[in-house]
C-alpha cells in the first residue's frame, strides 16, 4: 500500500515558492520543531526565521529558507504562509554574504547611536541572513 502522504504548500506575498507531497514535514516554529506527518492533529503557529524540511526520500529533504511566519495544518494540508521563503537551490549566496555584511555594519551604527529599532531590525536582517547562508552550507 502507498505511503501517506500530506500536502505542503508554501506561499509568499510574491506567490508559491513550492507545492509537493510529503510523507514527513518538519518546521521550527517560534515554540520549538515540529514534525509533522499525515494526520497530524490541526496546528497553527508561527514559524521561526529558520528552514523548513520536506521528507522526499530516505535521508533525502527538500529544504526551505523562511524568515518567519505562519504555518497552518488542517486536513492534510501544510499551508505555510512566509513574509519570505526560498528553495535551498534558488538561495544567491553572494547576496546574503552581502545582506549579511550591512546587517553587522547596521548594528555597529545603531550601537552607536543607541537606536534600538535600528538594532532590532538589524538583528533580524542578520538572523535572516545567516540563515540563507546556514542552509546553503548543509
Ligand atoms: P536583501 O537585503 O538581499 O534584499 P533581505 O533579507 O532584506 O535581503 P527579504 O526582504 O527577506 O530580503 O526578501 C526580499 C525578496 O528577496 C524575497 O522574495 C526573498 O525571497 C528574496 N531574497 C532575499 N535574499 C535572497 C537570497 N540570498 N537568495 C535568493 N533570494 C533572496
Known sequence: ???PVL?????TPDGTVYND?????????TGGEVGIMPNHIPLLASLAIDEIRVK??????????????????????LT????????????????????????????????????DAAMRRA?????RAINRLNIKKN
Open 7 to 11: 500536502t505542503v504548500n508554501v506561499v
Open 21 to 29: 507531497q510529503s510523507a514527513l514535514v518538519i518546521c521550527k516554529t
Open 56 to 77: 522526499k526520500g530516505e535521508d533525502r529533504f527538500d529544504e526551505i529558507a523562511v524568515s518567519g511566519g505562519f504555518c497552518e495544518f488542517s486536513e492534510n494540508t
Open 80 to 115: 505555510v504562509l512566509a513574509s519570505a521563503a526560498e528553495r535551498k537551490e534558488d538561495i544567491d549566496v553572494s547576496r546574503a554574504e552581502q545582506a549579511k555584511k550591512r546587517a553587522e555594519e547596521a548594528i555597529v551604527a545603531a550601537k552607536q547611536k543607541h537606536d
Open 123 to 127: 538583528e533580524v536582517s542578520l538572523r
Open 1 to 3: 500500500m502507498a505511503e
